[in-house]
């Protein structure tokens, strides 16, 4: 999947290197503002204690 992902991106090497990281940036951005959130709504998170003896 990588080796494709390398072969459809346009230009020399450096290029490719820039556009990879300006799409991992985006990626983690979009992750982080809607995915994250929304699955952590969806996750019964219970507040959990633990007691000192």
Request: hydrophobic share 65%; charged share 10%.
């Amino acid at each position: 999947m990588y080796a494709a992902l390398w072969r459809v991106l346009p230009g020399p090497v450096w290029l490719r290197i820039v556009l990879v990281f300006v799409l991992l940036t985006a990626m983690l951005f979009v992750l982080a503002t809607w995915a994250f959130p929304w699955v952590d709504s969806i996750v019964n998170n219970q507040e959990v204690t633990v007691g000192s003896p």
